[in-house]
């Protein structure tokens, strides 16, 4: 899974609290993303970053903020949780240079189910 | 904009029959093509990926997807499965215009039945 780590794993929260989701790398990876997956819906992107301190929404951002202030950790927060943030989070990041290693691979995922 | 779509929600098979999960992509520019695989209670795996050059790509565990660019599609297939290939199968689309972002289609379920 190219060094990426996802805390914690498992979480359930009240509707209205907040909390931060860390992903980290052990290598030098330019690009992150926060991925969120759905019954039925796939994995639908939430925020990306493409270098230490740059954030970009993706799909489906809103409910959600982000930071990159070190190259090897992106963190996404949930300011207010909702029942409909209620889902698997999934962090990737992206190996570039040769085209032929051009791939995201993926953290292990968070379970987060708000009540 | 880029967009997939996976054909079948569901396929049910029987231990070493052929499986085909077919895989439709969408978009206006050149495009590459990943197929991943999730096991139960797990993350993301890369299965195999098509970025350029021969159109037949080979992967892990004896996969194999076909790039047809005329009919936009991106199957992929095995030629005899195994009880622990019975997982949910994603196909996904990038392109170098978007910053990579990777568009997923809502995935196939593959149970395998001895």
């Known amino acids: 899974n190219a060094g990426v780590t996802q805390t914690p794993k498992f979480r359930v929260l009240k509707t209205g609290q907040s909390m931060t989701l860390l992903c980290a790398q052990d290598m030098n990876h330019e690009y992150m993303y926060w991925y969120r997956q759905d019954p039925g819906m796939g994995l639908r992107l939430i925020h990306y970053?493409?270098?230490?301190?740059?954030?970009a929404k993706g799909e489906v951002p809103d409910g959600y903020n982000v930071s990159r202030l070190k190259k090897q950790n992106f963190l996404l927060g949930l300011e207010s949780a909702a029942p409909s943030q209620t889902s698997v989070y999934f962090c990737?990041?992206?190996?570039?240079?040769?085209?032929?290693?051009?791939?995201?691979?993926f953290g292990p995922g968070t379970r987060l189910t708000v009540l | 904009a880029q967009s997939v779509t996976q054909l079948d929600s569901q396929v049910p098979v029987f231990e070493e029959a052929p499986v085909e999960l077919r895989c439709n992509y969408s978009?206006?520019?050149?495009?590459?093509l990943f197929w991943y695989v999730q096991y139960p209670n797990q993350g993301l795996q890369l299965l195999l990926k098509?970025?350029?050059?021969?159109?037949l790509v080979k992967g892990i565990n004896g996969f194999e997807a076909e790039f047809n660019k005329s009919q936009t599609s991106f199957h992929l297939r095995k030629p005899s499965v195994h009880i622990s290939d019975t997982a949910e199968y994603f196909c996904?689309?990038?392109?170098?215009?978007?910053?990579?972002?990777?568009?997923f289609g809502a995935g196939t379920t593959v149970t395998v039945r001895a």
């Open positions: 970053s493409v270098g230490e301190g740059t954030t």
């Open positions: 996904a689309v990038s392109s170098s215009g978007n910053d990579y972002k990777l568009s």
């Open positions: 990737a990041v992206r190996l570039a240079g040769a085209q032929s290693t051009d791939t995201q691979y």
């Open positions: 978009s206006s520019v050149s495009v590459y």
């Open positions: 098509y970025l350029s050059g021969s159109t």
